[in-house]
Nanobody, 119 residues
Framework: VQLQASGGGLVEPGGSLRLSCGASGTFFRVNRMGWYRQAPGKERELVATITSDDRITIVDSVKGRFTISFDNHKITAYLQMNSLKPEDTAIYYC??????????????WGQGTQVTVSS
């Protein structure tokens, strides 16, 4: 399984970005996809996840500003980020939790995409 993330970049405070993460390869069932982020000098933290039946988990610091969605046909997750703040600056990592009959659930990670919020 490969995860291809895109959509990061440089944006001014108050601006918007949309991250995409597509999964490709052979798998049985996608349990959950989501985004984590890691700012310089900090540990990686959860941003938002969405399950295959649309249950969403989102961190308090981005509630009301970020929205996560999942296209089950394209096996692609999207993170719409609005009203961006400098503290949102981080490398954003896509994650997919995929279930196989033989091994159970396995986590995969994308390569990370840089989001910089600065004037």
């Amino acid at each position: 399984v490969q995860l291809q993330a895109s959509g990061g970049g440089l944006v001014e405070p108050g601006g918007s970005l949309r991250l995409s993460c597509g999964a490709s390869g052979t798998f049985f069932r996608v349990n959950r996809m989501g985004w984590y982020r890691q700012a310089p000098g900090k540990e990686r933290e959860l941003v938002a996840t969405i399950t295959s039946d649309d249950r969403i988990t989102i961190v308090d610091s981005v509630k009301g500003r970020f929205t996560i969605s999942f296209d089950n046909h394209k096996i692609t997750a999207y993170l719409q980020m609005n009203s961006l703040k400098p503290e949102d600056t981080a490398i954003y990592y896509c994650n997919a939790n995929i279930w196989y009959p033989s091994t159970g659930s396995v986590d995969y990670w994308g390569q990370g995409t840089q989001v910089t919020v600065s004037s």
